[in-house]
């Protein structure tokens, strides 16, 4: 994450689409809700961050991806520029239906 600008705040949010192969039939599937996150403490910052917060801290804290969360959120009073680094966890719960394969889904981070 990096940011600009004086005094400010942001919230990062987190989203996944359903894995798929194949055809995407439901057995070649997995969905969104099965898949789970959480962000873990801030592995490198620059700049000067007042408060900065991870969604889900820790494995039992973690969110299934069903919906959008927060995957951190700061307020910042920042001289010149900086950054905000973390390495999220994602787990996933194959279902017993599923068929073997290459799986893809699109896990996206934003920015507001």
Do not use: E
């Not at 949010?13 to 192969?21: F, G, I, L, P, R």
């Not at 239906?97 to 507001?112: D, I, K, N, Q, R």
Request: with cysteine; aromatic share 6%; net charge neutral.
């Amino acid at each position: 994450m990096t940011f600009t600008g004086l005094l400010g705040s942001w919230i990062a949010t987190v989203a996944a689409t359903d894995c798929t192969t194949g055809a995407g039939t439901a057995n070649q599937t997995i969905s969104r809700s099965l898949l789970t996150y959480w962000s873990g403490t801030a592995t490198d910052m620059t700049g000067l961050l007042t408060v900065s917060t991870p969604g889900p801290l820790t494995a039992a804290d973690a969110v299934s991806l069903r919906t959008s969360h927060t995957a951190y959120s700061a307020t910042a009073l920042i001289l010149g520029s900086g950054t905000l680094s973390w390495r999220p966890t994602l787990s996933v719960s194959i279902p017993t239906s599923a068929v073997a394969g290459m799986y893809s889904c699109v896990l996206t981070h934003s920015v507001a």
